[in-house]
Structure formats: structure tokens, C-alpha cells
């Protein structure tokens, strides 16, 4: 007797986020994780691959903090609530840290100018960082629209974060860098795996 299985079918939306994720981990950066890297012979000093990470990241960091707070006053989901309340706990911890890396190395901390001037147009190095459209579609939106939209932006956000960790394992010799890079790649990827089930 044969037994047939219903499979649900995802969003639109939910199929691009998952296809985009895949593409990146298939780039030759994600085949070399933190253990490698360091089994290769990393050094313990920092490269100037290191320190843009560092630069780049905490840009990206502060943009997730500020997609973070729309989601006050806006959500009423206890998922979207919770989840931007650890990604603004958990990222600028981060940032502390890659701070105090940056400044024992003489290099310059970028400042925080604010998440309007961060959106993909001004800058177009940085993988995953949403358009000002985007940045104000969510100001205007609240409930259900806003929950949806937040996720999708996050979600690929997130991704391009993926992609920069990957680079920096790859291409790194700073140690705690590439540890960091490591944590990222895997609390990221499972975070987006959430949200793509979110908007399936």
C-alpha cells in the first residue's frame, strides 16, 4: 500500500531567502570554516583583511540594531519581539568588541551615522544592506505588513552577513576574527532558517 505525503508549499518570498542562502554557502569561502583556517597555519597577528571585517561589520551591526528597534511599536508578534531584542543585545556586543580590536590596532572605528546613511545605494560593497525605500517602506508599516516585510529585509541582511564572515575566514589571520566570523556563519544561517520558515 502506498502512503503519499502532503508537502507544504513555501511563499515566494520564503523560496528566494532559502535560494539566496544556498548560493552563498556555496562560494569557495564557505568551505573553508574557522578550524581549518587556523589548522592552516594561521598567524596570530591581524591582516588587512581583518580589519575591514571588523570596519565593514560594525556597519553592518548597527543597521541590524536600527532594524531592530523599528519593531518597537510596530509588531505585536512575540517572535519578531524577541528576535530583535537578542540581535540588539548580541550584535552590539559585537561591536564592543570589534571596536576594542580596531583601536588596539591604531585603525579607525567607523561612526555611527545614523541607518539611513547606511542603505544599499551609499554602500554598495556591503552585501544584504536594504535600500532607503526598504528602511522607509518599514517606518510607515505596522502589524502583519510590517512583520512580514521586517523579516524578508532581515533575513537577506543577515545573509550578506554570512557572506562577509565567510570572506574573512578565508582570507583573515587574526584568530579571535575568524572565531568570531565562525560564530556568526552558524547563529546567522540558523536565524535565517527561522525566518524562512516564518514566511513560508
Keep these: 500500500m502506498s502512503t503519499r505525503r502532503s508537502r507544504r508549499r513555501r511563499s515566494p518570498t520564503a523560496t528566494l531567502l532559502v535560494s539566496a542562502i544556498l548560493t552563498a554557502g556555496c562560494s569557495s569561502a564557505?568551505?573553508?570554516?574557522?578550524?581549518v583556517v587556523q589548522a592552516m597555519g594561521v598567524a596570530?597577528?591581524?591582516g588587512d583583511a581583518d580589519v575591514r571585517f571588523?570596519?565593514?561589520?560594525?556597519?553592518?551591526?548597527?543597521?541590524?540594531?536600527?532594524?531592530?528597534?523599528?519593531?518597537?511599536?510596530?509588531?505585536?508578534?512575540?517572535?519578531?519581539?524577541?528576535?530583535?531584542?537578542?540581535?540588539?543585545?548580541d550584535e552590539a556586543a559585537d561591536i564592543d568588541l570589534m571596536s576594542g580590536w580596531l583601536r588596539s590596532w591604531k585603525a579607525e572605528v567607523p561612526e555611527d551615522t545614523?541607518?539611513?546613511?547606511?542603505a544599499s545605494h551609499d554602500m554598495p560593497g556591503m552585501p544584504?544592506?536594504?535600500?532607503?525605500?526598504?528602511?522607509?517602506s518599514l517606518e510607515r508599516r505596522s502589524g502583519a505588513s510590517f512583520d512580514r516585510l521586517w523579516l524578508t529585509v532581515l533575513g537577506r541582511h543577515l545573509g550578506?552577513?554570512?557572506?562577509?564572515?565567510?570572506?574573512?575566514?578565508?582570507?583573515?589571520?587574526?584568530?579571535?576574527t575568524a572565531r568570531?566570523?565562525?560564530?556568526l556563519v552558524t547563529e546567522q544561517r540558523a536565524r535565517i532558517a527561522e525566518i524562512a520558515g516564518k514566511l513560508a
Design 44 to 46: 596570530a597577528g591581524r
Design 160 to 176: 550578506g552577513g554570512v557572506q562577509m564572515s565567510q570572506v574573512v575566514i578565508a582570507l583573515g589571520t587574526h584568530e579571535p
Design 54 to 89: 571588523s570596519q565593514e561589520m560594525i556597519t553592518h551591526h548597527r543597521l541590524t540594531i536600527r532594524l531592530a528597534a523599528l519593531a518597537e511599536g510596530r509588531t505585536e508578534n512575540p517572535y519578531v519581539r524577541d528576535l530583535a531584542a537578542a540581535l540588539a543585545r
Design 180 to 183: 568570531l566570523a565562525g560564530r
Design 30 to 35: 564557505a568551505v573553508t570554516p574557522a578550524p
Design 114 to 118: 545614523g541607518y539611513a546613511a547606511h
Design 128 to 136: 544584504g544592506m536594504p535600500s532607503a525605500a526598504q528602511l522607509s
